[in-house]
C-alpha cells in the first residue's frame, strides 16, 4: 500500500484574504498545474515563505496526486513546493521506491480513485483510502530501468508537442508580420464589418440523420459536441449524424465556413472550426462564411482566433453570441492576392503539424504499450 511506501501529505490553501501569504517564491500547486509529465517547477499561483508555513513544503521529488474533483490527475514536483487541500502528495522511501517509478505507477491509479469515489456531486477520495492503494514494487534496480525506459519515450512526445507549440506560434508571427496589428492598423488597410464581408448561418433544429460512417457528399449534422471528435481539432472533418438531404437554409453552410458555438457554456471553449462539406448547424452553433471575392477563408479563420468570443457574448446566466454581436465587428480586408500568399504559407506550416501530429500520435500509443508491458512484468 502507497502508506507502507512513504509520506503522504494532504495540502490546504491559506487563508486568502491575507495578502502576505501569496506572490512569493514557491509554487502553491492545484489541480489546474497538474496534467504534464514535465517535472513542475512553476505554478499559477505562488506563496511566500510564510504563506508556505501553513501548509506542507514538500520536497522535489514528490509525487502529486488529484483526489477531489478531477481524480487521478497528477504531477512530479520538480523544486520544494505546497499543495492545496484537492492533492495529496506522496514522498516515497527512496530506500523502497525510486521517485520516477513511483509516478509513472501512480499514473495507474485513475481508475481505482474514480471506482471508490462515493456518488457526489464532485467525487472525492480521503486520504485514508488513498493511502490503502496499492502499486506494484519491483526491486529498486528494475524500477529505475522501467522509469528510464518510460522517460526516454515521454522525452520524445515531449518534443513532438514542443514542436507543435512553436508551430502554432510561427502561425501567430506570420500574420502579425504580414498583415500587423489588428487594433492599430500599422499597414492602413481597407476595413470593413463583418456582415460587408461575409454571410452568416443560424443553427436550428436538425433533421433526422444516419449515423456517419465515412459516407461521401452530403451533409454533416453538426452539433457543438462534434467539435470535440478526434480529427477535429481545425476541421470538421466527421460529425456524429450525417444525411443526404440539406437542413434550412439559413442553417445549413457552406464548405469553407467558421463555426462557433452561439450559446451557454461553449462560448467560454473559445473554439472555431472549417467545415469541409455542407454542413446543417444545430441550435447551439453558428457559422460565418467568407466572401470569396473579399476574403480568403484562411484568413478570416485566423481573424476569428485573435479574439475570445466571450469577450463579445451576451447574456448573463446564459451567455449568447447572436448576428448581432458579430455583424458590426471591424476587420481588415487586406488585398486578396496577399491574404492567399498567407494562406498558401499557413498550409505549408499545417502539413508539418499533421506531421508531427501523426508521429506524435504513434508514440502516444508507443507510451502506452510500454507502460502496461511494464506494469505488468513484461518490459
Not at 501569504?21 to 506563496?47: C, K, N, Q
Not at 512526445?157 to 492598423?185: E, I, K, P, V, Y
Request: proline share 7%.
Amino acid at each position: 500500500m502507497l502508506q507502507d511506501l512513504g509520506t503522504i501529505h494532504t495540502g490546504s490553501t491559506p487563508k486568502t484574504n491575507d495578502e502576505s501569504l501569496f506572490g512569493g517564491d514557491i509554487p502553491f500547486v492545484t489541480p489546474g498545474d497538474l496534467g504534464e509529465i514535465t517535472p513542475i517547477h512553476t505554478a499559477t499561483r505562488s506563496l511566500t515563505e510564510e504563506g508556505a508555513e501553513t501548509g506542507t513544503l514538500l520536497p522535489a521529488g514528490s509525487v502529486l496526486v488529484c483526489c477531489i474533483g478531477s481524480l487521478g490527475k497528477i504531477g512530479f514536483a520538480g523544486r520544494p513546493l505546497v499543495t492545496n487541500q484537492q492533492i495529496n502528495a506522496v514522498v516515497f522511501d527512496g530506500n523502497k521506491i525510486d521517485p520516477r517509478y513511483g509516478f509513472f505507477a501512480c499514473r495507474l491509479l485513475k481508475p481505482q480513485l474514480e471506482s471508490m469515489a462515493p456518488a457526489t456531486t464532485v467525487p472525492i477520495v480521503n486520504k485514508s483510502r488513498f493511502s490503502e492503494l496499492k502499486i506494484s514494487v519491483p526491486p529498486l534496480e528494475e524500477q529505475r530501468r522501467i522509469a528510464a525506459i518510460l522517460d526516454q519515450a515521454e522525452t520524445l512526445r515531449t518534443q513532438r508537442r514542443t514542436a507543435l507549440s512553436l508551430l502554432d506560434s510561427l502561425t501567430q508571427s506570420l500574420f502579425l508580420d504580414m498583415f500587423g496589428d489588428l487594433a492599430t492598423n500599422p499597414k492602413s488597410f481597407q476595413t470593413k464589418s463583418l456582415c460587408e464581408v461575409a454571410t452568416f448561418y443560424g443553427g436550428n433544429s436538425l433533421p433526422s440523420g444516419l449515423e456517419f460512417t465515412n459516407q461521401v457528399g452530403g451533409y454533416f449534422l453538426m452539433k457543438v459536441s462534434d467539435m470535440n471528435l478526434p480529427g477535429n481539432e481545425r476541421e470538421i472533418l466527421q460529425c456524429q449524424s450525417w444525411s443526404d438531404v440539406a437542413g434550412s437554409k439559413a442553417s445549413t453552410c457552406p464548405v469553407g465556413s467558421i463555426v462557433i458555438p452561439k450559446r451557454g457554456g461553449a462560448i467560454g471553449t473559445n473554439k472555431k472550426r472549417i467545415t469541409t462539406r455542407p454542413t446543417v448547424l444545430d441550435p447551439n452553433l453558428m457559422a460565418i462564411c467568407p466572401d470569396p471575392d473579399q476574403l480568403n477563408q484562411e484568413f478570416l479563420f485566423q481573424w476569428f482566433l485573435g479574439f475570445d468570443l466571450a469577450s463579445i457574448a451576451n447574456g448573463s446566466s446564459v451567455p449568447q453570441l447572436n448576428k448581432q454581436d458579430l455583424a458590426p465587428l471591424t476587420m481588415l480586408v487586406p488585398p486578396l492576392p496577399l491574404q492567399q500568399t498567407f494562406a498558401t504559407r499557413i498550409a505549408s506550416i499545417e502539413a508539418l503539424k499533421a506531421i508531427h501530429r501523426r508521429a506524435l500520435a504513434a508514440l502516444d500509443a508507443l507510451f502506452a504499450s510500454l507502460q502496461q508491458r511494464a506494469f505488468a512484468g513484461q518490459l
